[in-house]
């Protein structure tokens, strides 16, 4: 019985040696791939991390995507933080056109029993109020157009929208986008009243 629990420890290290092998093959060919075709990066890693947080061993998925998460930041030219985890960076960067790298890693992070997820419209919205802060009213009116193509149920994001318009002195805008969240959510207007 010793014996062939040996035996499994060896061919376990040495699938394990495989997979290593394998993973940073993956990662070789897709840092490679970046110069040329870095849009498919992004979607070919979080595949890989998708696929792999299938195994027993998470490891390998959970530096796939690692990787993802890293070549996401590249692509957009956002350095790193020393105390912030690439994760929240992404997750408060995110734009529309990241739906489907979105959701495939949140596929992965659920596979992986990971809490956290990311949230596109969220993103969108968080940077909108950011922006309205910061009086850039012009590009926070370009996030909340966005959180409102996401969810176009959602009324907050037309009333700050129609609030930001307002600063802009575009009252055609302000209008019809408050009007659609009496439509929508008579509510949020009485608390502004």
């Not at 040696?17 to 890693?45: C, H, N, T, W």
């Not at 998925?61 to 933080?81: C, G, N, V």
């Not at 408060?92 to 739906?99: F, I, S, T, V, Y």
């Not at 009007?179 to 929508?184: D, E, F, P, Q």
């Amino acid at each position: 019985m010793a014996d062939l629990d040996t035996e499994f420890s060896v061919d376990k290290r040495l699938a394990d040696d495989l997979f290593k092998m394998v993973i940073e093959s993956y990662i070789g060919s897709l840092k490679a791939m970046q110069k040329d075709r870095s849009e498919l990066v992004l979607e070919f890693a979080a595949d890989i991390a998708l696929g792999l947080s299938h195994l027993s061993h998470h490891t390998w998925a959970e530096q796939m995507l690692d990787f993802a998460l890293e070549s996401w930041l590249t692509s957009r030219y956002i350095l790193l933080e020393d105390d912030r985890k690439k994760f929240d960076i992404v997750a408060e960067n995110l734009l529309p056109l990241d739906g489907k790298f979105t959701t495939q890693i949140n596929r992965c992070m659920v596979s992986l029993g990971k809490e956290k997820k990311l949230s596109l419209i969220n993103s969108c919205y968080q940077g909108a109020i950011q922006k309205f802060n910061q009086e850039k009213y012009q590009e926070a009116i370009i996030d909340f157009g966005y959180v409102v193509d996401l969810n176009p149920g959602f009324a907050d994001g037309y009333y700050r929208r129609g609030l930001t318009y307002i600063q802009l002195e575009n009252y055609r805008e302000a209008v019809d986008d408050l009007t659609k969240v009496i439509k929508l959510d008579y509510r949020i207007l009485s608390k502004a009243i």
